[in-house]
């Protein structure tokens, strides 16, 4: 299908070379002289991207940009402006304009802004289609992803959710481990039985046992009265053991015990009980190591891990993040909010050590503070911006740059700051100049300087 573009301005000129140089590109392109024209044309043609000159007769860039934008939220505008008025278009972004190009620009520049605007566009149109989809794949509720690291997880759970098996999860803090835990639960046989969680690492060692196992009355001082455990509880249903890595090594038997042979026994008591429990363990843990270390033992660990399931950082999926956001903006009451390029690049550049939970807590932050209803680059924080390097950190020695003994081109030094400012910004270049602590027209000077086109 080709893809339709909208271009405003009053310059017949320009407006000749801008049709010529896009329609050669392969793009389906509109034309108007007016803002008005411009309005009345785009009513009837729905453009996916509108490119408008800022300074027009009558109806100016920025009425054109809210106009269309009231409208149509989902419709890229990529402003026109003239060299030295850069405060003007930073004012439009901050309206919802996608990008801005500054006169006079070459064809390269031109083709790049729009090819990257119909990606971003793309995108968007795409996370929302696997949104749909996920609904009918997984609990929406629980797990949001569409990547190919994530779809693997799907897969697995769909297959082994109706299953008896046990299941170990891995992956770092913040990845979502007890999400899909009760998503197996969700899709399994047990889902009207009780789902039951214990963070292993959470309670104090002398009260775990009783905690998983129950005790009777009189088994320590301050048992009053008989207990159930978090086993009994879950009968019928599932257990969740969050961080089962942490298990003291005197309980691992007893829970070994309990899965081999679906019996527990209370602490203090002198008889034992049989239950129907499926267990769905947890850790962030590298169980390698700790099995090396004889600090987990091997027999525990293979009857937990049946069924492994490792869920990958945020880092290792960026491309859920904007299906993430679109998520989580909804999940507090605030879909119509959308992120601006810049902010949506920034994001996909910061390390996210916190994985989704750090991303989560981030926008929840981002909408009860925000202005509007899009979020820009100047709502975010340093940290964010500066990829996870707060002002004044460094890679190697306290140094951003550790040069070889035998010196190094300065050129290439620049060459390689701008391509990874760049990559760090999802190639957009306001957000990368931004960065830089440039001009957005330096940045493009130096890009055309060293040759350098895109990603």
Same mark, same amino acid.
């Given at each position: 299908?080709?893809?339709?573009?909208?271009?405003?301005?009053?310059?017949?000129?320009?407006?000749?070379?801008?049709?010529?140089?896009?329609?050669?590109?392969?793009?389906?392109?509109?034309?108007?002289?007016?803002?008005?024209?411009?309005?009345?044309?785009?009513?009837?043609?729905?453009?996916?991207?509108?490119?408008?000159?800022?300074?027009?007769?009558?109806?100016?860039?920025?009425?054109?940009?809210?106009?269309?934008?009231?409208?149509?939220?989902?419709?890229?505008?990529?402003?026109?402006?003239?060299?030295?008025?850069?405060?003007?278009?930073?004012?439009?972004?901050?309206?919802?304009?996608?990008?801005?190009?500054?006169?006079?620009?070459?064809?390269?520049? *031109? +083709?790049?802004?729009?090819? =990257?605007?119909?990606?971003?566009? $793309?995108? !968007?149109? /795409?996370? @929302?289609?696997?949104?749909?989809?996920?609904?009918?794949?997984?609990?929406?509720?629980?797990?949001?992803?569409?990547?190919?690291?994530?779809?693997?997880?799907?897969?697995?759970?769909?297959?082994?959710?109706?299953?008896?098996?046990?299941?170990?999860?891995?992956?770092?803090?913040?990845?979502?481990?007890?999400?899909?835990?009760?998503?197996?639960?969700?899709?399994?046989?047990?889902?009207?039985?009780?789902?039951?969680?214990?963070?292993?690492?959470?309670?104090?060692?002398?009260?775990?046992?009783?905690?998983?196992?129950?005790?009777?009355?009189?088994?320590?001082?301050?048992?009053?009265?008989?207990?159930?455990?978090?086993?009994?509880?879950?009968?019928?249903?599932?257990?969740?053991?969050?961080?089962?890595?942490?298990?003291?090594?005197?309980?691992?038997?007893?829970? *070994? +015990?309990?899965?081999?042979? =679906?019996?527990?026994?209370?602490? $203090?008591? !002198?008889? /034992?009980? @049989?239950?129907?429990?499926?267990?769905?363990?947890?850790?962030?843990?590298?169980?390698?190591?700790?099995?090396?270390?004889?600090?987990?033992?091997?027999?525990?660990?293979?009857?937990?891990?049946?069924?492994?399931?490792?869920?990958?950082?945020?880092?290792?999926?960026?491309?859920?993040?904007?299906?993430?956001?679109?998520?989580?903006?909804?999940?507090?009451?605030?879909?119509?909010?959308?992120?601006?390029?810049?902010?949506?690049?920034?994001?996909?550049?910061?390390?996210?050590?916190?994985?989704?939970?750090?991303?989560?807590?981030?926008?929840?932050?981002?909408?009860?503070?925000?202005?509007?209803?899009?979020?820009?680059?100047?709502?975010?924080?340093?940290?964010?911006?500066?990829?996870?390097?707060?002002?004044?950190?460094?890679?190697?020695?306290?140094?951003?740059?550790?040069?070889?003994?035998?010196?190094?081109?300065?050129?290439?030094?620049?060459?390689?700051?701008?391509?990874?400012?760049?990559?760090?910004?999802?190639?957009?270049?306001?957000?990368?100049?931004?960065?830089?602590?440039?001009?957005?027209?330096?940045?493009?000077?130096?890009?055309?300087?060293?040759?350098?086109?895109?990603?």
């Amino acid at each position: 299908m080709t893809q339709k573009i909208l271009v405003i301005d009053d310059d017949v000129s320009l407006r000749r070379v801008v049709e010529y140089n896009l329609q050669d590109a392969g793009y389906q392109v509109l034309s108007a002289a007016s803002g008005e024209e411009g309005l009345a044309l785009f009513a009837e043609e729905a453009p996916a991207v509108v490119i408008s000159d800022m300074k027009m007769p009558g109806m100016d860039g920025m009425q054109v940009l809210k106009a269309i934008k009231e409208r149509s939220p989902e419709t890229l505008v990529i402003m026109v402006t003239a060299f030295g008025t850069v405060d003007v278009a930073v004012d439009a972004m901050k309206a919802g304009a996608y990008d801005y190009i500054t006169k006079p620009f070459n064809r390269d520049e *031109l +083709r790049l802004t729009v090819a =990257k605007a119909f990606q971003f566009r $793309g995108l !968007t149109v /795409e996370n @929302r289609r696997l949104k749909d989809e996920l609904a009918d794949k997984t609990d929406y509720r629980t797990i949001v992803g569409s990547s190919k690291g994530m779809e693997r997880v799907f897969e697995i759970v769909r297959k082994v959710a109706d299953s008896e098996a046990s299941v170990l999860i891995t992956g770092e803090s913040g990845t979502g481990k007890e999400l899909v835990a009760r998503s197996i639960h969700h899709h399994s046989g047990r889902s009207k039985a009780p789902f039951v969680a214990i963070n292993c690492a959470a309670i104090p060692r002398d009260l775990l046992e009783s905690e998983l196992f129950g005790h009777v009355k009189g088994a320590f001082t301050g048992a009053i009265k008989d207990k159930a455990g978090k086993f009994l509880l879950a009968d019928g249903g599932t257990l969740f053991l969050d961080e089962v890595g942490e298990l003291p090594i005197e309980l691992q038997p007893k829970l *070994l +015990r309990a899965l081999q042979e =679906k019996l527990i026994e209370p602490v $203090g008591g !002198t008889k /034992e009980q @049989r239950l129907d429990v499926r267990i769905v363990a947890a850790t962030n843990l590298d169980m390698d190591k700790a099995l090396a270390e004889a600090t987990f033992r091997e027999d525990l660990y293979y009857r937990l891990a049946v069924i492994p399931i490792h869920l990958p950082s945020l880092r290792e999926r960026r491309e859920d993040i904007p299906l993430l956001l679109r998520y989580f903006c909804g999940k507090h009451g605030a879909g119509s909010v959308t992120f601006s390029a810049g902010a949506a690049a920034a994001l996909n550049s910061y390390r996210w050590p916190g994985n989704v939970r750090e991303l989560e807590n981030l926008v929840e932050r981002l909408l009860i503070m925000r202005s509007g209803d899009t979020i820009t680059i100047d709502d975010l924080s340093e940290k964010i911006l500066n990829g996870g390097m707060t002002s004044g950190s460094s890679k190697i020695s306290g140094k951003v740059v550790n040069l070889p003994e035998g010196g190094y081109s300065l050129e290439q030094l620049e060459r390689e700051v701008v391509v990874e400012a760049l990559e760090r910004s999802g190639w957009n270049q306001t957000a990368a100049a931004k960065f830089l602590f440039i001009p957005r027209h330096t940045l493009i000077y130096r890009m055309e300087k060293y040759g350098i086109i895109g990603s």
